[in-house]
């Protein structure tokens, strides 16, 4: 063998080794990098896993919370209406119309309806997420009970005098448990109050204010133009025909009435009526159900009495005769000079007297002239011929009421303040602070004011857009001989309804007002401020340069013949909001985008009313008292429990 063959062979076993050597590595390096890639995966799977069952845990913990709610809602509804249930429709004078025991045999019910697993997947729910719930819990304590209105007092239970209002108010929790697909269970507690307002139905020939009304028409002729739709709160009442239209939805929170058996019903092939209230095709909502073919109900025959109210605070036909000789004997003006005896075409006057003593002090009323019964008691402002009027609050006072009233180039300031018992009015330069403030001098004489114009009101306002015109505390009511034109905003210093719905408000004591529809009544809020607009044979117009335009008060135009409405005369406003109510002989055009009329519940409750306002007698359909029921549940506590 050469030396060459041996070098030959030699590098080849080093060539050799080398190329074993390499494949073990390679095969190392595969097996760690499938060992990752194994790792990666599955920690992508076990990731992915993760997600999918925490996200299916957190939806199915929502979806428990949610069935939880449901159930603590349908509960507290369930709840209220076995009370409500309690209520005869009718019922004797001095009798408490909610049996004592009621709130125990209510929560029975509830404790014993869900205390199985209920489902929340029926009717239009029938395709939503699956839940159910379960009551855990409820209770509903005994009530605070108030009887009031009507010269009534003493307790529910033992009554004095005759309520024409029972207010409850009772405390209620309720516990649920709500759960979904899988086994996670959600537990919820809610607590709270239900108020239950009881209102006694006038007996037979009993007065009844219109303002008891949220709209009344005089005049309404079936398969005429059809009532506006929306959520219409209050009573309703025609001595006419109601017309109602497919082309939206209807909700009446009050009861619907009519003179008329049948309702005019107006679709695309025309209108037709019926007394069925369950039309194919139209979306009625009936709250408080509805009284066909009822009693008229009889209209004033004038405004007398509101023009006595400023004489006498009585307004109740005791001065048999009002003319220049009787206004007279009981009005003055600033300058203490009475009425002109041949009558007066312009001017501002008080019922006043001046003392004989020495020096004479100017006194509210009418001696010495009043009836007996009034002596010494006065009830407002009498303004002879056209004028404008603004309310305003009294600057640096939480009574008083300033009312600026001007005719041509002359402009009277009446200055009402009960904290200083003193009635002042101011002409020019000249002034005179009167002892006494008006009242309504009945059996409890309040303090009260009617503003009559013996000719048009061509101007009606509060101090401007979206400020306070009306006091707390203050009742007035501005009556006009012919028209009043409203021209700016009139508000309550304190608005004593919702109008949003589940509204809360602020500071309110209880509170107020979550999970409640609009026009609710908000308690701390009813300070007894009210107003009432009042002209028997004009009409109430609107003419404002303001966008949205806000009255809060009743607004009656209405008579025996008369032909009043409530009408824009101006240009076309953005929204028109009432807080009270619309009482009217005819329907007139609003000119108005939208106009919501939130009706003043207080006006359902005791007999309370505007000072003087119109009034009527009722024909109820029962010979004892007829009840009208208002809830509201106010929601103190919400808790989610683990």
Not at 317 to 345: F, H, Q, R
Not at 403 to 421: K, R, S
Not at 497 to 512: F, H, R, Y
């Amino acid at each position: 063998m050469t030396i060459a063959q041996n070098s030959r062979d030699h590098v080849s076993q080093q060539v050799s080794g080398r190329g074993g050597g390499s494949r073990g590595i390679a095969l190392i390096l595969t097996l760690l990098l499938l060992t990752v890639m194994v790792a990666m995966t599955l920690a992508m799977v076990i990731s992915v896993t993760s997600d999918t069952l925490i996200t299916r845990y957190y939806r199915n913990f929502r979806s428990s919370f949610y069935a939880a709610d449901s159930g603590v809602n349908i509960a507290r509804q369930y709840m209220l209406s076995q009370i409500v249930a309690a209520i005869p429709t009718t019922f004797a004078v001095n009798v408490q119309p909610i049996p004592a025991g009621t709130e125990s045999a209510a929560a029975t019910a509830v404790s014993t309806r869900y205390n199985g697993t209920t489902s929340i997947n029926g009717g239009q729910a029938a395709a939503s997420w699956p839940g159910k719930f379960q009551i855990t819990g409820a209770t509903l304590g005994a009530p605070t009970c108030t009887p009031s209105g009507g010269g009534g007092g003493g307790t529910c239970a033992a009554p004095t005098g005759s309520p024409t209002d029972y207010n409850y108010i009772y405390p209620y929790t309720l516990t649920a448990a709500g759960q979904a697909l899988a086994n996670e269970q959600q537990n919820m507690q809610d607590a709270g109050t239900f108020v239950v307002n009881v209102h006694v139905g006038p007996a037979a020939g009993t007065s009844t204010s219109f303002a008891a009304w949220g709209t009344f028409l005089n005049q309404y002729a079936q398969c005429s133009n059809p009532f506006a739709p929306g959520y219409l709160t209050g009573p309703f009442f025609t001595n006419g025909s109601w017309t109602l239209t497919n082309s939206g939805s209807y909700t009446f929170t009050g009861k619907l009435g009519s003179v008329s058996p049948t309702i005019g019903w107006n679709n695309s092939d025309g209108c037709y009526g019926s007394a069925n209230t369950n039309q194919t095709g139209f979306s009625t909502n009936f709250q408080q159900g509805v009284n066909l073919g009822a009693t008229a109900i009889p209209l004033p025959v004038n405004d007398f009495s509101q023009k006595e109210a400023v004489l006498d605070g009585l307004g109740n036909g005791s001065i048999s005769t009002i003319n220049s000789t009787t206004l007279n004997s009981y009005l003055k003006d600033v300058n203490a000079t009475a009425y002109p005896t041949g009558g007066a075409s312009s001017g501002v006057f008080l019922p006043y007297y001046m003392t004989s003593g020495s020096p004479p002090v100017a006194m509210l009323g009418s001696a010495p002239v009043p009836p007996s019964s009034s002596a010494g008691c006065g009830g407002g402002i009498y303004v002879e011929g056209d004028a404008g009027v603004t309310i305003a609050p009294l600057a640096g006072s939480s009574t008083g009421q300033v009312y600026t009233i001007v005719q041509g180039g002359t402009t009277t300031l009446v200055t009402i303040d009960p904290a200083t018992n003193s009635t002042k009015i101011a002409k020019g330069g000249t002034s005179k602070t009167i002892t006494g403030v008006p009242q309504q001098c009945v059996t409890s004489p309040s303090s009260a004011t009617m503003l009559y114009v013996n000719g048009n009101v061509t101007s009606l306002s509060g101090p401007g857009q979206g400020l306070a015109a009306i006091q707390d505390g203050t009742a007035v009511t501005v009556t006009a001989a012919n028209n009043v034109t409203v021209t700016g905003d009139i508000l309550y210093k304190t608005e004593p309804v919702t109008t949003t719905q589940n509204q809360i408000v602020a500071g309110s004591n209880p509170p107020c007002c979550n999970n409640t529809p609009a026009d609710t009544l908000i308690p701390s809020n009813n300070h007894g401020q009210v107003l009432g607009i009042f002209t028997a044979v004009g009409d109430i117009q609107m003419n404002t340069s303001q966008t949205n335009l806000e009255i809060d008060g009743s607004l009656a135009m209405i008579s025996q013949g008369g032909s009043g409405g409530w009408i824009n005369t101006g240009g076309s406003i953005n929204k028109v909001t009432v807080v009270g109510g619309r009482i009217a002989n005819q329907a007139k055009v609003c000119n108005c985008n939208s106009r919501s009329i939130y009706f003043d519940v207080r006006f359902s409750q005791g007999g309370f009313a505007p000072p003087w306002f119109p009034s009527t007698t009722v024909a109820p359909s029962a010979s004892d008292s007829v009840t009208l029921v208002t809830t509201t549940i106010q929601r103190t506590q919400w808790l989610d429990l683990y």
